[in-house]
């Protein structure tokens, strides 16, 4: 049985294949380095959880996770902002995501790029959700 966080982490990966300009081109933390061909892409990566009692009878598990928004070409600063939009719509808008966890929060963001034979920028936004689960259970959600 998977945890809460892959859960969620499966879902927000369902939920962003064809909602943005990035089409079908979604992955689940992946280190390869992207072809030219590739892009633009996004790639979901999970990030340290945190987990908080809420007393003696449940706990709160804070799971952190990142949309990495890859283009390439002159522009790539407007197509990744343009694919961190699209995305973040979408994870808004997903009414399965919602029922897995509480209190989407987007945290911020950080743009870097690079010039090797062509320019390939990628755009990095942070999430959080919360989810209450049973102490010692990070398996199941309790509402």
């Given at each position: 049985m ?14 962003l294949?064809?909602a ?5 081109r ?6 390869d ?6 892009l633009?892409?996004l ?6 959880d ?6 003696s ?7 952190n996770?990142?949309?990495e928004?890859?283009?390439?070409g002159?522009?790539?600063?407007t ?6 939009t699209q995305?973040h719509a979408?994870l808004?808008?997903?009414a ?8 989407l929060?987007?945290l911020?963001s950080v743009?870097?790029g690079?010039?090797?034979?062509q320019?390939v ?11 209450v689960?049973?102490p010692?259970d ?6």
């Amino acid at each position: 049985m998977a945890s809460v966080t892959e859960a969620i982490l499966a879902r927000v990966a369902a939920a962003l294949i064809n909602a943005s300009s990035a089409g079908p081109r979604v992955y689940r933390h992946r280190l390869d380095a992207f072809e030219s061909s590739e892009l633009p892409a996004l790639n979901v990566i999970r990030r340290e959880d945190g987990l908080d009692p809420l007393g003696s009878n449940v706990e709160r598990v804070l799971v952190n996770f990142e949309i990495e928004c890859l283009a390439i070409g002159a522009n790539w600063e407007t197509v990744v902002d343009a694919l961190h939009t699209q995305a973040h719509a979408a994870l808004l808008a997903d009414a399965p995501l919602s029922l897995l966890g509480r209190g989407l929060r987007y945290l911020g963001s950080v743009t870097e790029g690079a010039a090797i034979d062509q320019v390939v920028g990628k755009l990095t936004a942070r999430y959080q959700m919360q989810v209450v689960v049973r102490p010692g259970d990070i398996t199941q959600a309790i509402s």
